[in-house]
């Protein structure tokens, strides 16, 4: 009955330890994901856009940079500094700024692939 007793106290620390690995493991990635970029995410996703060139996802982040710093880009209106971008620059253009950056780390990392699946998807479609 001991070795019993013993041998389910094993087992229960082997269980509590595997989950707390995965938990960290599910954190790590979690993580990383956060720090990805939404541009990025939304790219990658399976049912996403299809990626047309390398970077597209960094294009698209500063696009939207420039855009949330100075609004008034999108208007038909005045061009240029405007006292309103003393509100809109720091606090909806340094953090896309931020989030230009993260998307730019992750377009190198993924540029490999990323010229690689354009290389594929010109073959395919110069074949058909």
Same mark, same amino acid.
């Given at each position: 009955?001991?070795?019993?007793?013993?041998?389910?106290?094993?087992?229960?620390?082997?269980?509590?330890? +595997?989950?707390? %690995?995965? =938990?960290? #493991?599910?954190?790590?990635?979690? =993580?990383?994901?956060?720090? /990805?970029g939404?541009?990025?995410?939304?790219?990658? $996703?399976?049912?996403?856009?299809? $990626?047309?060139? *390398?970077?597209?996802?960094?294009? #698209?982040?500063?696009?939207?940079? $420039?855009?949330?710093?100075?609004? #008034?880009?999108?208007?038909?209106?005045k #061009? +240029?500094?405007? !006292?309103?971008?003393? $509100?809109? *620059?720091?606090? =909806?253009?340094?953090? /896309?700024? *931020?989030?230009? *950056?993260? %998307?730019?780390?992750?377009?190198?990392?993924? =540029?490999? !692939?990323?010229?690689?699946?354009?290389?594929?998807?010109?073959?395919?479609?110069?074949?058909?």
């Amino acid at each position: 009955m001991g070795n019993l007793w013993s041998d389910i106290k094993f087992f229960g620390r082997c269980v509590c330890i +595997g989950i707390r %690995e995965r =938990l960290h #493991q599910l954190f790590t990635v979690m =993580l990383l994901l956060a720090a /990805c970029g939404c541009i990025n995410v939304y790219n990658r $996703l399976p049912c996403g856009p299809r $990626l047309e060139e *390398v970077y597209e996802s960094t294009h #698209q982040a500063a696009a939207l940079t $420039l855009v949330a710093a100075f609004p #008034q880009i999108m208007a038909d209106g005045k #061009q +240029g500094f405007m !006292w309103e971008n003393l $509100l809109t *620059v720091p606090f =909806l253009g340094i953090p /896309c700024a *931020v989030d230009t *950056v993260l %998307e730019a780390c992750v377009d190198t990392v993924f =540029l490999p !692939w990323d010229l690689y699946v354009r290389h594929t998807s010109s073959n395919t479609e110069g074949k058909k």
